[in-house]
């Protein structure tokens, strides 16, 4: 079995500031983990994937991953907020015994502040 | 990535009544999905949608409210049957290409039933 839990529903950061969204996992197996981001009215859209090749992970719009395995953690950074990156951020686990299936975490509401 | 589109975008539909919502894909994919997103909450697996075989719905789902289409690779239709105002969501479709773990979102439904 697997599970994703995201321990803050919203963030709120100022522009220009770091941004944290927290996410812890469990699975039985060796997972892939993924972000994605949804602006308002807006579908999903892939942010980054960790599949066990470096921890640290480099997305589009300067986000950046690390995968911790002894903490079962995969917490999302970014630097510096930028008022575009308000959505809502889910955490997402597959594993292969999993067939392809997601599970998505609660999601987090980045709000940025001017 | 792949490129997915979705009709509707959105609906109004009244109580009582069915919405066929379709994914089109611009390639061939091997896995489809569809989820639903409650108001305000995070993404829940409706079923895989086989080709050419009886989608396979998770934990909740039924194939009489919930028919589902595959005829070929890149299409698939999600049926809701017998609105009730609990069945205004967003209906998201995702697809897997082959030899990825990844899956790719179209851009949802917006669904309310009056």
């Known amino acids: 079995a697997q599970s994703v839990t995201q321990l803050d529903s919203h963030v709120s950061v100022s522009e220009g500031t770091p941004v944290l969204l927290r996410c812890n996992y469990s699975?039985?197996?060796?997972?892939?983990l993924f972000w994605y981001v949804q602006h308002p009215n807006k579908g999903l859209q892939l942010l980054l994937k960790y599949t066990s090749a470096a921890t640290l992970v480099k997305g589009i719009n300067g986000f950046e991953a690390e995968f911790k395995k002894s903490e079962t953690s995969f917490h999302l950074t970014k630097p510096s907020a930028h008022m575009s990156d308000a959505a809502e951020y889910f955490c997402v686990v597959s594993g292969w015994n999993a067939g392809n299936m997601l599970t998505f975490g609660g999601g987090t509401r980045l709000m940025v502040k001017p | 990535s792949a490129v997915i589109s979705q009709k509707p975008s959105r609906d109004i539909c009244q109580r009582g009544t069915s919405l066929t919502i379709q994914c089109q894909v611009d390639?061939?994919?091997?896995?489809m999905f569809w989820y639903r997103q409650q108001p305000g909450q995070s993404l829940t697996l409706i079923a895989t949608a086989n080709q050419g075989s009886e989608a396979t719905y998770e934990s909740g789902f039924v194939i009489d409210k919930f028919p589902i289409s595959r005829p070929n690779l890149t299409f698939s239709t999600l049926t809701v049957s017998n609105m009730s105002p609990e069945d205004s969501s967003i209906y998201l479709c995702?697809?897997?290409?082959?030899?990825?773990?990844?899956?790719?979102f179209g851009p949802g439904t917006r669904l309310t039933v009056l």
């Open positions: 995702s697809v897997v290409r082959q030899g990825t773990d990844t899956q790719y």
């Open positions: 699975s039985s197996y060796s997972p892939s």
């Open positions: 390639s061939q994919v091997t896995m």
